[in-house]
Structure formats: C-alpha cells, structure tokens
C-alpha cells in the first residue's frame, strides 16, 4: 500500500475511532485528538485536571477501540519501584521466576503521578525512555506500542512530589482537562444515570497502530516548516542572543531540543489525520500549546503578574 492511501485510510479510521469514543466520552475533543496524536507518534502524554472528568474511563475506552492492553496504576506516597515494575519472588523448585508489574502493557494510565516518590516516578520514567525494565540486572523488553498516560491534579498539592523538569520533558504533550460546557454536562448526566451501558468496537490492531507511527515519520516536512519549529522552540529561552524582552522578562527556563522534535512529529500527526501528505507551520501551530506548556518554567515574576503558560505561548505564536 503507498503511503498516499494508507494516509486517506488513516483519515477514516481515525474518524471512526473519534465516533466510537464518542459513544462514552461526551465533549472533550480536544483532549481526546491530542492523546491519540501522541499514540500515532508514539509519545506519551500527562492529564492535568480536577478529579471527576473521566481521566480513566477516557483512557480506557481509547484502549478497548485500540485493541490495546490497558493496565493502571494508582500512584500513592508508600507505592515502591517493584510495585510497578514486578519483582522476582522463589518458586516451589526454589528457583527465582520474575513475576510482571502493572508497567507490562500497551497503555499504561499513570494516575496522580505526583503522589508517588522520586524513586518510583524514576522506574516508570525509564520505562518510558526506554521501553524496557531492569530487574535485577536483567533487562525485560516492553510490549510494542507502549503509551505513558500520567494524570496530576491540579489542586490538592500538599504531600506532593512535584515531577523534575527533565521528566516533564520525556511527555510528548501535557493536555488540560477543564470542565464540561452545561450542555455536554446534562448529557453526561443523562447518560450515566440510566441502566443502558455503551459497548464501543475495537477498530485497530497493535501491528496496525505501529504502522501508522512507521506512516508517519515517513510524511516529508518542508525546510521551512521546521525551521519555523525550531525557531519557535529557540524564542523560549531567555538570555540567548535575540530573545524577546517578554522571554527575558517572565521566563525562568525555556524548552529544549526534544520539544523542536515533538513539534514536527505532532505537526505530521496532525496533517495526517487532516488529510494532508505534508504538514505546514498551521500544524506545527496547532500542537504548540500542549507540546510547550509543560517546558515553559515561569519566575516569580510571571507568577506575581498573573502571566500563564497559555498567554506566554499565545505571545510567541
């Protein structure tokens, strides 16, 4: 199959995927576009929001249309490495035989990732690099695709652990959840109070879906799409020859290299599942805000003035 039709049929799948989630999540369709763009490049991505919109029935009902394994994992303060990644235990033969952590599957759903120690957010966060686990000197592979979905909350940040910026970096997106309008939150209402349950279709298959991540980092990008990433990229940092005085004025610490390649594989994502064979800086501007939002590291400054991530990236586009 070219890669022209095997882009129009990605078109179609993902419409249809779109439809059959929509049978159980009402509303969000942002959020919903965004973590299956970070499946079809293969990242990972953190849920910010309250608690009570759904974070885990979203992820679940992506994985069942996916025909992916979903395992998750609630992350609490006495929560250890060998709770996640499974331990080696002596058998009746006494023999070590090492038994799988909840970190063995397709789409791992990481809640309240911040609630957990460094020490175990560390063993998920090499997983996630590196697609496989060490456990006593062996190293066990990772199935294949393999999806990192970690939510925090927002409020409630007393007993805490804060992620690292350099962990924050290994997550392709950070997606904000905010409420439903009135209208999307009576029909939710209406459709969780009854006794009929909605049954969603498997529409992919693992093979498929690295497939699609294959399709897309062969879509060609002009030169001058990802200098324009590039250069966005490069206007977040403050103190290099250039910067905007706003960069110098609110900005602690800018994003990294890692954030120039996310926005040009988000950007051939997002022409993909647009039906264009090549993305223009339109794309790259449509990931932008959940590629960058969580690589922006704003001084007390910023915070004093009421500046947020959102109007900072709104500047710089």
Do not use: C
């Not at 979203?58 to 499974?86: E, H, W, Y």
């Not at 805490?160 to 905010?178: G, K, N, S, V, W």
């Amino acid at each position: 199959m070219s890669d022209v039709t095997a882009v129009e049929n990605l078109v179609q799948k993902h419409q249809a995927l779109k439809t059959e989630i929509g049978k159980v999540i009402i509303g969000q369709e942002k959020v919903i576009e965004q973590i299956l763009l970070s499946i079809y490049t293969g990242g990972h991505s953190l849920l910010v929001g309250v608690p009570g919109l759904a974070k885990t029935l979203m992820v679940n009902t992506i994985a069942k249309t996916l025909g992916l394994d979903f395992k998750r994992i609630q992350f609490t303060p006495d929560l250890m490495p060998s709770d996640i990644l499974g331990s080696e235990v002596l058998d009746q033969n006494r023999n070590f035989k090492f038994i799988k952590g909840p970190v063995f599957g397709n789409i791992i759903l990481a809640d309240e990732i911040n609630r957990t120690p460094p020490k175990t957010q560390a063993a998920l966060l090499e997983a996630m690099q590196e697609r496989a686990v060490t456990i006593a000197g062996k190293q066990f592979k990772l199935d294949e695709p393999y999806f990192v979905l970690a939510t925090q909350n927002p409020i409630e940040q007393e007993g805490t652990y804060p992620l690292p910026e350099a962990q924050l970096d290994r997550f392709m997106f950070a997606i904000e959840l905010t409420y439903p309008s009135l209208e999307e939150e009576i029909q939710v209402v209406k459709v969780t109070t009854n006794d009929e349950t909605a049954t969603v279709n498997t529409l992919f298959s693992s093979d498929e879906i690295l497939a699609v991540q294959h399709l897309i980092r062969r879509i060609p990008v002009p030169d001058n799409v990802v200098r324009y990433a590039v250069e966005l990229v490069t206007k977040t940092r403050p103190g290099i020859q250039g910067s905007l005085d706003f960069v110098n004025n609110f900005i602690d610490w800018g994003a990294g290299p890692r954030a120039s390649q996310n926005l040009v594989l988000g950007a051939k994502a997002n022409a993909a599942i647009s039906g264009k064979f090549s993305p223009d800086i339109e794309d790259v501007q449509a990931v932008a805000p959940g590629i960058l939002r969580h690589r922006i590291l704003k001084n007390y400054k910023a915070e004093a003035e009421g500046i947020t991530e959102e109007k900072i990236i709104r500047e710089l586009l």
